[in-house]
Nanobody, 126 residues
Framework: VQLQASGGGLVQAGGSLRLSCAAS????????LGWFRQAPGKERVFVAA????????FYADSVKGRFTISRDNAKNTVYLQMNSLKPEDTAVYYC????????????????????WGQGTLVTVSS
C-alpha cells in the first residue's frame, strides 16, 4: 500500500487542522492505521490508531480529548482531526498502515507498522 499524507500547515495555538492520509494499492479495509509524529531532534512517537473496521481507537495521553482519528474505507482515507492545538504539537505527522493482527501494543508502536507515508508538517505558533 502507498500512503500520502496531507493537510499540514501553520496554525495559531488553540486552532484546528485536519490531516488526511490517502491510500492506494491493496484493499484499504485490511489495514489498521496509525498516526505518529516526530518533533525536531526527537524520536517518532505514537499519536493515534484505529482498527480495521473503525470500531476501536487509541490515543496518546498528550492528545486525548483534543485529537480524533477516523477512517472512511470507501474513500481509502484516514483522518486526524486536531483541535485545541498547542505549540508542543509542532511536528512532522506520519500516517502508517499495518496488515497483521490487531494487537494493541503493536498498534501503539512504530515497530508495529510496515507501511509509512511521507509526512506532513504541522507548525503551531504561540
Amino acid at each position: 500500500v502507498q500512503l500520502q499524507a496531507s493537510g499540514g500547515g501553520l496554525v495559531q495555538a488553540g486552532g484546528s487542522l485536519r490531516l488526511s492520509c490517502a491510500a492506494s494499492g491493496r484493499t484499504f479495509s485490511i489495514y489498521s492505521l496509525g498516526w505518529f509524529r516526530q518533533a525536531p531532534g526527537k524520536e517518532r512517537v505514537f499519536v493515534a490508531a484505529i482498527t480495521r473496521n473503525g470500531g476501536s481507537t487509541f490515543y496518546a495521553d498528550s492528545v486525548k480529548g483534543r485529537f480524533t482519528i477516523s477512517r472512511d474505507n470507501a474513500k481509502n482515507t484516514v483522518y486526524l482531526q486536531m483541535n485545541s492545538l498547542k505549540p508542543e504539537d509542532t511536528a512532522v505527522y506520519y500516517c502508517a498502515a499495518r496488515d497483521q493482527l490487531e494487537i494493541q501494543p503493536y498498534l501503539l508502536s512504530t515497530r508495529g507498522y510496515k507501511y509509512w507515508g511521507q509526512g506532513t508538517l504541522v507548525t503551531v505558533s504561540s
